[in-house]
C-alpha cells in the first residue's frame, strides 16, 4: 500500500511519499530453530576425502582444492561420517541414509522451534516439509507426525523441486495460508541432506562445486496467524510477498536423475542473471510498498555463495556489510539449500536483533531460476 502524496503549494509540487506503517500483521514469525548433524568438519579436513569420492584415481585435484579455498566456507556438518560415504554404493542407500538422518534432524528443528515458541505439538495446524536431496512415501512430515505428537488431524504439505529458495517460498505460502486462517498456527520444516547427493567418480565442475559449498542440516519456522500472534513484539512479521521466474533461465540450476540419484546442476552463468535480472522485480516489489532498498534495515539473504552474494550486493547497491549474515552462516556451515535462509533468519533473532520498526527482507533464489522475497518489519 503506497502513502498518498501530500501536496505543499507552498513550497515543492509534492513530498516525497514516505515509508508506510506496517500494515496489521496476518504473519508473526514466532520461532526459528536450526539442527545440525553431529558430524561437523573443517572445511581443510574434506578436501582430499571429497576428492577421493569424486575423482578418479590419480585425477589432477588442483580445480578440487582451488574450489574448496575460495567458496567462503570454513566448516560443514555432514548426515554421516565422511569415511561412511564410499561405502554407500547407489542411490537406494544413499536415500535410505537421507530417510534416516532427515527425520531425526527434522524431528529435532520442529522440537526445537516449538519449545523456543513456548507451544506444544498439537497446536500445530499445519505442517510444510520440503526437501530436495531425498524422496519418500510416506513423506518426512508423515513419518514425523506420531513421532512428534502433532494430532492426527494435522494438515500436511510435502514439497520438492524448489531447492535454495524454498526456506523463502515456504514462509511465503505459510502466510499464504494464515491469512486464510487467522486463528492457526504453521510449521515449516525444511531438511536438506546435500553430502548424500554427491556423485561418486562424477569430475564434472558442477559436482566439484557442490562437494565444495554444500553442508547437512534442517531448519523449522513456526508461524502464527494474526488471531493467536503473541504480544511480546519479538516479531518479525510477514508484510507481503512476491515470486518471480525469470523465462529462459531453467537450464541453471536443478537435477540431472539417473541410476545414480541426483546429479547436480549449477551453471557458472547464475551470478551473472542475478546482475541482469534481480534488481527490476525486487525493486517493483519494494516499490509497491512505499519502500526502496535504502529503506531495508535487515537484509536476510540465502548465501548462494561468494560470486552470487557479491552480485546481490552490486545490482542492488548494497554496502557489503549488509549481507554480512549471510557470509557468517555460510563460512560457519555451508550452503545448506532450503534450509539456508532460515539459518540466517535464526542469527537475527534473540538479543542483538534489529529494533522495532525496521524493514527486512527476506530473499532466496531457486531452480526456475526464481526467486522469492518476503517483506518483514520488527
Request: aromatic share 4%.
Amino acid at each position: 500500500m503506497r502513502v498518498p502524496v501530500i501536496t505543499d503549494d507552498a513550497a515543492s509540487p509534492a513530498a516525497a511519499p514516505c515509508p508506510p506503517a506496517a500494515p496489521a500483521a496476518a504473519t508473526t514469525i514466532a520461532a526459528v530453530h536450526t539442527a545440525l548433524p553431529p558430524h561437523r568438519y573443517a572445511q581443510d579436513d574434506l578436501t582430499e576425502p571429497i576428492g577421493d569420492l569424486c575423482l578418479a584415481p590419480g585425477a589432477d585435484r588442483g580445480l578440487l582444492r582451488r574450489l574448496h579455498l575460495s567458496t567462503g566456507v570454513r566448516a560443514r556438518h555432514l548426515a554421516l561420517p565422511i569415511d561412511r560415504y564410499a561405502g554407500l554404493g547407489d542411490f537406494g542407500r544413499s536415500n535410505d541414509a537421507w530417510i534416516a538422518a532427515g527425520l531425526d534432524l527434522g524431528a529435532e528443528a520442529v522440537t526445537g522451534a516449538l519449545r523456543e515458541a513456548g507451544l506444544e505439538p498439537a497446536d500445530v495446524d499445519l505442517l510444510v516439509c520440503n526437501s530436495v536431496t531425498g524422496v519418500a512415501t510416506p513423506s518426512l512430515d508423515a513419518r514425523l507426525v506420531g513421532r512428534l505428537g502433532l494430532r492426527p488431524d494435522v494438515k500436511r504439505l510435502p514439497v520438492f523441486g524448489l531447492g535454495c529458495v524454498a526456506g523463502a517460498a515456504g514462509l511465503a505460502r505459510l502466510h499464504d495460508y494464515l491469512r486464510g486462517h487467522p486463528g492457526d498456527t504453521a510449521v515449516l520444516l525444511t531438511v536438506e541432506l546435500c553430502s548424500l547427493t554427491l556423485q561418486r567418480h562424477d569430475d564434472s565442475r558442477a559436482n566439484l562445486v557442490a562437494g565444495a559449498l554444500f553442508g547437512d542440516g534442517a531448519a523449522a519456522l513456526v508461524a502464527r496467524g494474526r488471531a493467536v500472534a503473541g504480544q511480546e513484539g519479538s516479531g518479525p512479521t510477514v508484510v507481503a510477498t512476491r515470486s518471480h521466474l525469470y523465462p529462459g533461465t531453467g537450464h541453471l540450476m536443478g537435477w540431472d536423475i539417473g541410476a545414480g540419484g541426483f546429479r547436480v546442476v549449477i551453471d557458472e552463468g547464475i551470478p551473472r542473471i542475478v546482475r541482469e535480472h534481480l534488481g527490476r522485480p525486487l525493486r517493483a516489489f519494494l516499490a509497491d510498498h512505499g519502500l526502496t532498498t535504502g529503506d531495508i534495515g535487515t537484509w536476510v539473504c540465502h548465501p548462494g555463495g561468494p560470486k552470487v552474494l557479491s552480485a546481490v550486493t552490486d545490482v542492488l547497491g548494497l554496502p557489503v556489510e549488509a549481507l554480512d549474515s549471510a557470509r557468517r552462516s555460510l563460512a560457519a556451515v555451508g550452503n545448506l539449500s532450503s534450509a539456508s535462509v532460515l539459518h540466517v533468519l535464526q542469527s537475527h533473532r534473540g538479543p542483538g536483533r534489529p529494533e522495532p520498526g525496521t524493514w527486512g527482507l527476506l530473499m532466496a533464489m531457486g531452480p526456475g531460476f526464481c526467486s522469492e522475497f518476503v517483506l518483514l518489519r520488527w
